[in-house]
């Protein structure tokens, strides 16, 4: 199978596994905004979800590293590392954070409410602080735009700096406390995850044909 066959495949399981952790969870799921009462009775009524959820976590975060390797292969030096680090970064935040609701559906009925909401608490800052790492994705992409010697299209040069705007001002998130800037919450889960997977979208785009030229190289 031809590399770039292979980076596509990857990268639409991968987005599988990222739909299938928010179906899992269903509806009505703790939030920054629930007590500690309800996320005690909604992990000890849907511990099965959140194992599901973790259980994603893990071939979401397997996924990256693959895309991470396959595409850090044919970028110049530094940004191949940069971007590395950015990309492993986020599959390391998404692993950390399935391990805390994993661990609060584990035996919950036994949880004091207000231990349980500081624990999903935790959780839910994820959402600003993962933007450390899709900043670096995201720029390590954005400057090989410029310059003389630009060795991506100009699509996927504005593409990398709206996304990584978008990533830069949902650090805001991180003083947020309800509603649309809430950690966690909608502008961190579906805003940003859809710009982001579109980014991610233009890079395979782009990367398809130079991994397999980088195949044939390697012999």
């Not at 599988?16 to 179906?23: A, I, N, P, Q």
């Not at 889960?189 to 785009?205: P, T």
Request: hydrophobic share 55%; glycine share 10%.
């Amino acid at each position: 199978m031809r590399s770039s066959r292979v980076l596509l495949i990857n990268i639409l399981v991968t987005f599988s596994f990222y739909v299938s952790s928010f179906v899992a969870l269903g509806n009505g799921f703790p939030t920054i905004d629930s007590g500690g009462d309800e996320v005690v009775q909604w992990f000890t009524k849907h511990g099965a979800n959140a194992r599901i959820y973790a259980w994603t976590a893990a071939f979401f975060s397997l996924g990256l590293s693959i895309f991470a390797g396959q595409v850090s292969a044919v970028l110049p030096k530094p940004h191949c590392f940069i971007f590395l680090a950015g990309v492993l970064g986020f599959a390391l935040t998404a692993q950390v954070q399935a391990w805390f609701w994993a661990g609060l559906a584990y035996h919950p009925e036994g949880l004091d409410p207000v231990t349980a909401r500081a624990l999903f608490s935790i959780t839910s800052y994820w959402g600003p602080l993962v933007n450390g790492s899709t900043t670096a994705m995201a720029v390590a992409i954005a400057a090989l735009g410029f310059g003389r010697s630009s060795i991506i299209p100009n699509w996927l040069k504005w593409l990398s700096i709206v996304f990584f705007a978008e990533q830069a001002v949902e650090t805001v998130t991180v003083f947020g406390s309800t509603g649309f800037i809430a950690p966690g919450g909608t502008m961190n889960v579906y805003l940003g995850g859809i710009i982001g997977f579109l980014w991610i979208a233009g890079v395979v785009r782009w990367a398809m044909p130079l991994v397999d030229e980088a195949a044939i190289e390697a012999g």
